[in-house]
């Protein structure tokens, strides 16, 4: 991985494959930004370009009701966890972890599984 501060808050990362070739990239503007690479996510922060990588498993995408999209991690055993994007960014982090985790988002309920990380949306009564 290479990582460039461009200034003013903010940080480029480039993640190289083993010929040297970028596979993938990211910038992180006053705050802290996500790369998805081979199902894992690489988060990088624009202050400091401190990069985590994480050993949890993207299981589903899925496209919401107002067109943001949730992104479901296998964390362990029973814990899922529920990263919503909207304008490119986490809204809204959703967690199961031995119990559904439920979330009031944008007029309706998103849950997600701590089984199996389906998602599910549920009007608000």
């Known amino acids: 991985m290479k990582v460039y501060e461009t200034g ?10 083993q010929d040297g070739k ?8 006053q705050g802290t930004s996500v790369i998805e690479y081979k199902g894992r996510q690489i988060k990088f922060s624009s202050s400091s370009g401190e990069i985590y990588v994480s050993n949890e498993e ?41 119990k559904n985790g439920i979330v009031e988002y944008k007029n309706f309920y998103v849950k997600v599984s701590w089984i199996d990380g389906k998602v599910t949306q549920l009007h608000l009564a």
């Open 8 to 17: 003013n808050d903010m940080t480029r990362v480039e993640v190289v494959d």
């Open 22 to 29: 970028v596979v993938a990239t990211g910038t992180a503007f």
């Open 58 to 98: 993207l299981v589903r995408t899925a496209t919401l009701k107002d067109g943001s999209v949730i992104r479901v991690y296998y964390v362990g055993p029973n814990h899922y966890r529920g990263d919503i994007y909207a304008n490119g960014r986490i809204s809204e982090v959703v967690e199961a972890n031995g």
